[in-house]
């Protein structure tokens, strides 16, 4: 038997004994120790309990132990759901409770924290899982074998369950197939011409797209090495650079490489491609990264729900301002919003996409799964974009107010609900703003109570422990009223186009 996605991300695999992951404290793992220590980790899930389509949820810090536990659930036909170690209890609840995981492995330090929010809701098994292979789980499973008979799973099966912040009330999960992910990373291997002599610098966290798919996916399918940092670290980074072939990372790693002044042609020299994705590269970061390195970096387009869409050449033009081309197999159009009907290039609509790489629907809501998606097939992004006559897509706007931050997706109701339950707030709307660092910046603006005294420091007392650290604002402005159209909706371009130089030097 045959775990469709885990098969094709192995069946290339090199020789045992070719280092995978290396981490900065000295750890390795070979293909054979991955094979090896992730049938231990599923005989251990099997012994939980868990049975295939079952939820194994993860919430812990990055480690190769998250990539063990993630092919593991491949391998017993589980569904992995990775959440952000940096959520609140409270966000946690609401994950868990919506997804109903039958094991929860959380870091060792959050388990009394979090033990009665999974006894509330009947979780049945709750592990720890530290990042120096420490935790119940790392413990109970050196007493289990090192082979495993892998469940049938075939490329429909759900492989993972990603959420993904909605305009409207909370997250919902995004299902991905076996078949979404393994044929979504089969295309980049190729389109990016990786191969078992690249090495990745790996300093992107392990619990969304870019990081554990779009990453660790494609380098193990080209049987690569990664170098497995725990976060971004430019001094670190730097000095890999020459013996390593491949940095993927969001515009922020590129915006404070460049503010090193050992970023330079030579320490670049051995380094064949720079990626960047998650969030918009400014124009003037790809010419300047060109003009300090000679490299021109590549980015592309992709979402939780589709994993990557587009991307620039690995040889050809590399066009400032564009996230490339569809990748092969992909269709991407562009429409107009209110009639669905396709637009001629150069013309500004909504962008829809269609391709094995689409997703199975959101979790548990069909009506909005097919809401979501056209009459033939294609899936709404709610981007607003444009195609160039060669083909290159811009990306001009998020239909859906969406403000990406450092990579991580932000959708301002869930901030505006928090700060509009505070006192003394009559309503308030949050906005991204342009920012040379974080691409964009969470910003509130605050309608205060008539004779009300509240300031910038106590709106953000008040989130702390509410929300991530990465939603929080980055500034709170007050103002005596919200622009509106005639309709009464708050009017986000205006507001946006007010602040556009809020966060510049």
């Given amino acids: ?252 790693f590129y915006t404070r490489l460049l503010q090193n002044a050992a970023l330079t042609p030579t320490a670049t020299s051995n380094m064949r491609m720079f990626i960047s994705g998650s969030a918009p590269l400014w124009a003037e970061t790809h010419q300047e990264w060109q003009a300090r390195t000679g490299h021109q970096i590549l980015e592309r387009y992709g979402m939780t729900e589709t994993n990557m869409n587009t991307s620039n050449p690995c040889e050809g033009d590399r066009i400032a301002g564009t996230v490339g081309i569809p990748l092969p197999g992909i269709s991407v159009r562009v429409v107009d919003p209110e009639t669905g009907v396709a637009l001629p290039p150069g013309e500004v609509g909504m962008l829809e996409v269609k391709g094995p790489n689409v997703f199975a629907g959101y979790w548990q809501m069909p009506e909005k799964t097919a809401s979501e998606f056209s009459l033939d097939g294609f899936f709404m992004t709610g981007d607003l974009g444009r195609i160039n006559e060669r083909g290159y897509i811009h990306i001009v706007g998020r239909a859906k107010d969406l403000v990406i931050t450092g990579g991580f997706n932000v959708y301002p109701i869930e901030i505006e609900s928090e700060i509009d339950a505070l006192p003394g707030v009559a309503e308030s709307a949050v906005i991204g703003v342009p920012h040379a660092d974080f691409g964009e910046g969470v910003t509130a603006i605050v309608v205060p109570k008539k004779g009300a005294s509240i300031d910038e420091a106590r709106v953000l007392s008040a989130l702390q422990g509410r929300l991530a650290k990465f939603k929080l604002p980055k500034r709170v402005l007050f103002t005596d009223e919200l622009p509106r159209n005639a309709m009464g909706k708050v009017q986000k371009a205006m507001l946006r186009q007010t602040y556009a130089d809020l966060y510049k030097a």
């Fill in 1 to 252: 038997m045959t775990s469709y996605l885990y098969e094709r991300l192995t069946q290339t695999a090199p020789s045992d004994d070719k280092i995978v992951i290396e981490t900065p404290n000295g750890r390795i793992l070979t293909y054979g120790d991955l094979r090896k220590e992730s049938a231990r980790f599923a005989n251990l899930l099997v012994s939980l309990g868990v049975a295939p389509g079952d939820r194994v949820a993860v919430q812990i810090e990055k480690s190769p132990d998250a990539i063990l536990v993630y092919l593991a659930c491949l391998r017993t036909g589980a569904i992995f759901l990775p959440l952000n170690p940096a959520y609140t209890t409270v966000e946690t609840e609401y994950y868990l409770g919506d997804g109903r995981p039958t094991v929860f492995i959380c870091d060792p330090a959050a388990f009394e924290r979090i033990l009665p929010v999974t006894a509330s809701i009947n979780v049945a098994h709750v592990e720890t899982l530290g990042n120096d292979e420490d935790g119940s789980f790392a413990r109970k499973a050196k007493c289990h074998s090192v082979d495993f008979d892998d469940v049938q799973r075939g490329p429909d099966d759900l492989a993972a369950i990603l959420y993904t912040s909605g305009t409207t009330g909370r997250s919902k999960g995004a299902m991905l197939s076996h078949g979404n992910l393994a044929s979504n990373a089969a295309t980049l291997k190729d389109f990016w011409r990786l191969t078992s002599d690249d090495i990745l610098i790996h300093a992107l966290p392990v619990y969304h797209t870019h990081g554990l798919f779009v990453a660790v996916n494609t380098m193990l399918m080209a049987g690569g090495s990664m170098h497995f940092l725990p976060g971004f670290n430019a001094e670190l980074i730097l000095s890999l650079m020459s013996r390593s072939t491949v940095l993927m990372g969001v515009p922020t």
